[in-house]
């Protein structure tokens, strides 16, 4: 059964407590070596700059917000809770340049394909209901033999490396044209963390993608299917993973329930392919 897209970054946090001691010493290490890198960022960030952009963001809602300018929420002040988040989407911006594209890309590669091997989850073609209520499934090896030899294994690397690259840059830009909206009390931080986590959206399950070697076409039409569901998980993952210190490790366990929706979402599949198998060994018969 499929949950509710908003209940797989909690379970990600589940299943991280329940099972790390068995996803291995390189994972641990990882997520070790991912927090280091997380503290000596963001300490230094928060000790540095933290003074003064407070001090900015005071002067700019005593003059442009001034019935803001009091409201207190736990009993600390709006602008305090503006150059938190400011200061949060800053350290977020730094860690992902440090560690770079690459390296978490790596680590969480293998945390996702673990997750699915653990629940015996074995991803298959693409299945899917037409308007006329046909089953249809993608024959994988009839796509790579349309496309040729272009679309053989180095191929299809290079083409994940260049995408991978490409929409990298495109969220860090992303990320520096919003980061000015953590200035506007309340409604800043909430319309960076949509913008950021909507964009993010189609990125979700792009290792099951190519796990089910889907085509572009095919990506787009399931992503369209299922957009309210990819944005909620996105949004949600985005703004867990801006949480200081502790963001990193909300990267991982993001990881992990997109793992374990794709495994829900593949056990739905499952079902259409055995049904389909079912239709055509009746009608040989």
């Not at 260049?162 to 044209?177: E, I, K, Y």
């Amino acid at each position: 059964m499929v949950l509710p897209a908003p209940a797989y970054p909690v379970m990600g946090v589940i299943y991280l407590a329940r099972n790390i001691s068995l996803l291995g010493p390189q994972f641990i290490r990882s997520l070790c070596w991912a927090l280091g890198v997380a503290v000596s960022t963001i300490t230094p960030l928060v000790a540095l700059t933290f003074k003064y952009q407070n001090r900015l963001i005071t002067n700019v809602m005593d003059s442009a917000f001034p019935k803001l300018a009091g409201i207190k929420i736990l009993g600390i002040g709006i602008q305090t809770w503006s150059t938190m988040f400011l200061t949060m989407g800053e350290s977020s911006l730094l860690v992902a340049i440090i560690m770079g594209e690459v390296f978490k890309k790596e680590k969480t590669k293998g945390l996702f394909q673990s997750v699915l091997t653990k629940d015996n989850v074995q991803v298959g073609p693409l299945a899917r209901i037409t308007d006329n209520g046909v089953i249809k499934v993608s024959d994988t090896k009839e796509a790579r033999s349309h496309h040729g030899s272009s679309s053989g294994p180095h191929h299809k690397a290079v083409e994940r490396v260049a995408a991978s690259t490409s929409h990298f840059g495109q969220r860090m830009g992303l990320w520096l044209v919003t980061l000015p909206l953590n200035f506007v009390p309340i409604a800043g931080p909430m319309a960076f963390c949509y913008i950021n986590g909507k964009a993010r959206s189609q990125y979700v399950h792009r290792r099951y993608f190519d796990m089910k070697e889907m085509t572009q076409p095919e990506r787009d039409e399931w992503i369209k299917t299922r957009k309210s569901e990819y944005t909620t998980f996105s949004v949600i993952a985005q703004g867990l993973e801006l949480l200081p210190l502790v963001g990193i490790l909300f990267g991982f366990t993001n990881t992990i329930g997109a793992a374990l929706w794709a495994a829900d979402l593949e056990r739905q599949q499952y079902e259409l392919r055995s049904r389909k198998n079912h239709e055509e060994a009746s009608s040989r018969t």
